[in-house]
């Protein structure tokens, strides 16, 4: 709706950006807090949190590219327009989980734990960042007609097609994000085992994202088969994973 946020002469501060930031500080806030409760000391969270965003960062832009490769291919230099969009979630869990690995186990961290302090914060970084694809018009949805929640895209910025009726699929997956987030909130007061919280986001994720998935219209995000997205298949894979975790981990983990 309003991809830039302010524009003095050469200097363009795009909204997608200051969302991402807004909801990266605000869930490193939330871990950095919980891991003081534990006796965690904050910079080892906090030097955690950034080592994360960057990985994030690369494999969600580079996912992003070899998912449209053909469109980079001949346009090499919108690789580096991260503040137009295109970045994939899945993109960026899949090189964050190994750096953190690496990082927690450098540093003495317990893995599992740590990862149960960072659930909720990526749940609502998540959630607030989605605003930002709102604001850009990416990850836009399909057709709406007269659908309650339909929204039009005007601004001549937006990715999204302008002047149709859409699908705000943008707002959809913040809104499940921020039940998510209340979720693991309100079960880390009755956690029974480490990795728990880590476990039911990826579960409670996967469903959504899949569910998502179906509402949306931009087609250049890869297919696997027919209206089988490239993220419905991550999510379904991700999904029977969080499942065999949570059964696990009960039985084998302890506090």
């Not at 309003?2 to 930031?21: Q, R």
């Not at 906090?46 to 490769?69: E, K, P, Q």
Request: with cysteine; net charge positive.
């Amino acid at each position: 709706m309003f991809p830039i946020l302010i524009k003095i002469g050469p200097i363009t501060i795009h909204t997608y950006g200051v969302f991402i930031a807004i909801g990266f500080l605000t869930g490193l806030v939330l871990a950095v807090r919980q891991a003081k409760k534990q006796g965690i000391p904050a910079e080892k969270i906090v030097d955690l949190g950034f080592y994360m965003l960057i990985a994030a960062v690369v494999g969600s832009r580079l996912f992003f590219i070899i998912t449209n490769a053909g469109f980079y291919f001949k346009n090499p230099l919108a690789i580096f327009k991260i503040w137009e969009g295109g970045l994939v979630f899945y993109g960026g869990v899949i090189f964050a989980i190994p750096t953190a690995i690496w990082y927690m186990r450098k540093k003495g961290l317990d893995i599992w734990n740590t990862a149960d302090i960072f659930a909720p914060s990526l749940a609502i970084g998540h959630a607030i960042g989605r605003l930002g694809c709102f604001s850009a018009g990416c990850c836009y949805g399909v057709q709406a007609g007269d659908h309650p929640f339909a929204v039009i895209f005007t601004d001549p910025e937006c990715l999204a097609p302008r002047g149709i009726p859409l699908h705000p699929t943008q707002l959809y997956e913040s809104a499940g994000e921020f039940f998510n987030f209340i979720v693991l909130i309100a079960l880390r007061r009755h956690r029974s085992f480490k990795g728990q919280l880590f476990w039911t986001y990826l579960l409670l994720y996967s469903v959504l994202r899949f569910i998502i998935e179906f509402f949306r219209g931009d087609e250049i995000r890869g297919f696997l088969f027919g209206n089988i997205s490239v993220s419905q298949g991550i999510s379904a894979l991700i999904f029977i994973i969080a499942v065999a975790g949570i059964m696990v981990f009960r039985k084998k983990t302890k506090l």
